[in-house]
């Protein structure tokens, strides 16, 4: 299995646009594409800053870069924003939401990535996988119910064999709403499902998914940390002795079983205990604006 981190390439100088003309009828809207175009070369930036500290860290832990997938994760963020990493030569993207995903995937090149990253409900799957034929990767997976469903809806639509890890609950937390109340879900920033799999039960769903769904290939296994979406050593010291295990109980090599463990606030220590697959949002994108209105 190949895994790698996207190579940066001189990103467009966006910030030396030529100025348009100045009149009052005008200025609001040239302001606010400056202001657009800004932010877009600050996003290109820090990408490459984050790859530059993803190469460093795999130096440390003695790997290569190539080895380290960067999920840059654009929950919530416009597509012109998406579309300006795209440019910096970046194709791995995520997101936690099935409508916002299947909202600008129909907007962005197809050899675009998608990484699926959050809560997946039975009865999303379906508007999931048709309407992001580019979908790459679902790395929520976390019972057998949910594998059974993307298995069978795969074999519906007739789509290539769909890639999935295995979502491993690392901290303990039960599986709630950890931050606020569903009427509130939409005002909260930080809002997610816990989910993932208990770590006694990794080796049991990861074999079903191998071997029971013919439609999915297992890739890897994936945790999302604590519930203030931090990440201790011990966390990432879990789902890798669940690899251990679950490469022991299928009789594959390690290098053929990802982790997705690591997030803004934590990727580089995540890098140099194992994790092979890093998911970046607010420090290249910035900080998540939700809108006044958004649903769930």
């Known amino acids: 299995m190949r895994m790698w981190a996207d190579e940066p390439r001189p990103m467009n100088n966006l910030e030396n646009r030529e100025g348009r003309s ?60 998406i579309r300006e990493v795209y440019d910096s030569s970046h194709r791995s993207f995520g997101e936690n939401y099935v409508q916002e995903i299947i909202d600008k995937a129909p907007q962005l090149p197809e050899d675009i990535e998608w990484h699926f990253i959050g809560n997946l409900q039975s009865n999303k799957v379906k508007p999931l996988l048709t309407g992001v034929p580019n979908l790459a990767v679902v790395e929520t997976v976390d019972d057998e119910k949910i594998a059974n469903r993307l298995d069978h809806m795969v074999a519906t639509i007739g789509r290539k064999p769909l890639k999935v890890m295995v979502q491993v609950n690392t901290s303990g937390e039960e599986s709630e709403d950890v931050c606020c109340p569903k009427q509130e879900v939409w005002k909260c920033n930080s809002h997610e499902t816990k989910s993932g799999v208990d770590p006694a039960g990794c080796v049991e769903l990861v074999k079903h998914v191998a071997l029971g769904c013919p439609n999915l290939e297992f890739c890897g296994l994936m945790t999302i940390g604590m519930p203030d979406y931090t990440s201790t050593p011990e966390n990432f010291k879990t789902l890798a002795n669940c690899r251990s295990e679950v490469c022991k109980s299928l009789g594959i090599a390690e290098e053929q079983c990802e982790l997705s463990m690591g997030m803004s606030g934590d990727f580089e220590l995540a890098i140099e205990m194992g994790s092979t697959n890093v998911r970046i949002g607010s420090t290249i994108f910035g900080a998540r604006e939700y809108p006044k209105n958004q649903p769930k």
């Open 22 to 81: 100045d009149t009052p009828s005008t200025e609001d809207a040239e302001q606010s594409s400056m202001a657009a175009s800004a932010m877009d070369g600050v996003a290109a930036a820090a990408l490459r800053s984050v790859l530059h500290r993803v190469q460093q860290a795999a130096e440390r832990s003695g790997i290569g870069a190539h080895q380290v997938r960067v999920v840059a994760v654009s929950k919530t963020k416009p597509v012109s924003l």
